[in-house]
């Protein structure tokens, strides 16, 4: 019933900025939402979530540049602002079906296909 479907990557230059969008169906407030991301190689790791109480959480290596909103139950953003190039990755909304989770890959049941990234320098 849950189906994820990101949108708004692309290419950019480190500096600039991009927004992805996740076109949520089957969720609702009472989820955990999350941004991960994957680059060629390396393992999935987290990039920001927010629970049932509206807690937003971050990664380090994000924290200060990239900012997650949840508009409605049906709608997320992640807005990136001044990127590099180790932004550069695959990126993926998921989601989790109980109010808050450790923000780690296994503990979110749903997916999206995910969307490419690119920085360059």
């Known amino acids: 019933q849950v189906q994820l479907v990101e949108s708004g990557g692309g290419s950019v230059q480190a500096g600039g900025s991009l927004r992805l969008s996740c076109a949520a169906s089957?969720?609702?407030?009472?989820?955990?939402m999350a941004w991960f991301r994957q680059a060629p190689g390396k393992k999935r790791e987290p990039v920001a979530s927010?629970?049932?109480?509206?807690?937003i959480r971050y990664a380090d290596s994000v924290k200060g540049r990239f900012t997650f909103s949840r508009e409605s139950s049906d709608t997320l953003y992640l807005q990136m602002n001044n990127m590099q190039p180790e932004d550069t990755a695959m990126y993926y909304c998921?989601?989790?079906?109980?109010?808050?989770?450790?923000?780690?890959?296994?503990?979110?049941?749903?997916w999206g296909q995910g969307i490419q990234v690119t920085v360059s320098s």
């Open positions: 927010v629970d049932v109480s509206n807690y």
């Open positions: 089957g969720v609702t407030r009472r989820f955990c």
């Open positions: 998921a989601a989790a079906d109980r109010g808050w989770v450790p923000l780690i890959k296994d503990e979110f049941k749903y």
